[in-house]
């Protein structure tokens, strides 16, 4: 089978976890649309028609069970010590500034990995939602 992969024209890290399998790892907000993906075409026994090819990029992997979940936060500023955690933004407006770094920003369509400890300040212009993968502290 052949494989392609897309350009990485975001700066983030990729990382190597297995032969068929990459960790992209975000550590700053991206566009989760424009995360590199290598592919491989399907094999003539799988398609029905075209030349379809497939692929995968992992945004985040844990050693201990994951928690899925939707949240939310109103217009305001708050400050928080993070879980371990990736997110992607759905709806809103905000900065949030991790370890006292610059204003990283937040739209829909934005991803952002959080680590266990990070400090944060989150300034919210407009009703925040995000999806979160982050591990269970149970």
């Known amino acids: 089978m052949a494989e392609r992969a897309t350009a990485d024209s975001d700066g983030a890290h990729s990382t190597s976890v297995s032969a068929s399998h990459t960790l992209h790892d975000l550590r700053s907000p991206t566009p989760v649309g424009a995360v590199p993906i290598v592919t491989t075409a399907l094999p003539d026994?799988?398609?029905?028609?075209g030349q379809p090819w497939t692929g995968t990029t992992a945004l985040l992997s844990f050693e201990q069970p994951v928690e899925v979940?939707?949240?939310e936060m109103t217009q305001g500023t708050c400050r928080d010590v993070e879980i371990d955690e990736f997110f992607l933004v759905l709806s809103g407006r905000a900065t949030v500034t991790v370890?006292?770094?610059?204003p990283l920003a937040l739209t829909a369509g934005v991803?952002?990995?959080l680590h266990a400890g990070d400090r944060t300040i989150w300034v919210v212009e407009s009703t925040l939602r995000k999806i979160y993968i982050a591990q269970n502290g149970n």
């Open 69 to 71: 979940g939707v949240w």
């Open 45 to 49: 026994a799988e398609t029905i028609e």
């Open 111 to 113: 991803g952002l990995r």
């Open 99 to 102: 370890n006292g770094g610059p």
